[in-house]
């Protein structure tokens, strides 16, 4: 990282995990461990069902609550999604979009997450969006070129000013809930590549303040030599974001 460049950003990914009462708890433990550690911005994304429950723990402390999707248009027959607006309704201002998992699972492609990101940017919100290459393109020697070009596709049609508000969080697929952690090379390979690439379309003022985060199996014992690397401005943390103590070992890597 380079705190004097941009801002270090630490975000936990509960996925499908947490009940309301269980996220009230796990904030209320939390809270008072990361009280003041103000070095590194801390956010939580949860499931929608949970986001309240959760702000209302977090009132009043340096956490953040954030969702995990949200859709492209404001309203209308689109079973089971919500909207921009419907978040900013509740005070959320902070989203993750294009998360692997959503890719895989769900078929978004670089078009909607496009779609999705210039949406909660047109609502003022802080977009988190995903990407990174699959284990194939890795092994096929592929991954500057997939990254790059899903940076492109992702980004089209944003500007330079919206970028104020957009985190990219590099996820290389094969290192996402495996157990496997990309090294900390590679990391910082990939993260200069996506911010090469970011110079290339807003050049390097917006290149260089964008914040550009890892994720994959990020743990209380990996994040200090992630975090040492200097494209590599936070991490993205799904499993352990939800053990308090793991969470904040590696906020208290960042400070
Ligand atoms: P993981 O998940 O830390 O469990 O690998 C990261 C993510 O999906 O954002």
Redesign the pocket.
């Known amino acids: 990282m380079n705190p004097a460049k941009r801002r270090t950003v630490i975000a936990g990914?509960w996925k499908m995990n947490f009940t309301p009462a269980e996220a009230t708890a796990f904030i209320n433990e939390i809270k008072p461990m990361v009280a003041g550690k103000d070095n590194c911005d801390i956010i939580f994304c949860a499931p929608f069902v949970s986001i309240a429950a959760a702000m209302e723990a977090a009132k009043g402390s340096n956490i953040v609550i954030g969702a995990e999707n949200v859709h492209y248009e404001a309203k209308g027959a689109y079973t089971g999604e919500v909207s921009a607006e419907m978040l900013k309704a509740i005070g959320v201002n902070t989203v993750l979009v294009g998360?692997s998992e959503r890719r895989q699972y769900f078929g978004e492609t670089d078009e909607t997450v496009n779609l999705r990101t210039k949406a909660a940017l047109a609502a003022g919100m802080r977009v988190i969006l995903c990407m990174g290459e699959v284990k194939e393109q890795r092994l096929a020697g592929i991954t500057n070129e997939i990254c790059a070009m899903q940076i492109k596709l992702d980004l089209a049609g944003i500007s330079a000013e919206d970028m104020k508000n957009v985190i990219i969080a590099y996820?290389p697929v094969w290192?996402?809930?495996t157990g496997l952690t990309a090294t900390p090379e590679q990391a910082e390979d990939a993260c200069a590549v996506i911010r090469a690439t970011l110079a290339e379309l807003y050049g390097n003022e917006v290149a260089e303040a964008t914040t550009i985060q890892y994720?994959?199996?990020?743990n209380d014992g990996n994040a200090a030599e992630l975090l040492s690397k200097t494209n590599v401005d936070g991490g993205?943390?799904?499993?352990?974001s939800l053990v308090a103590k793991k969470f904040t070992a590696i906020v208290d890597a960042a400070q």
């Open positions: 990914n998360h996820e290192a996402i809930g994720g994959g199996s990020m993205l943390i799904g499993g352990a």
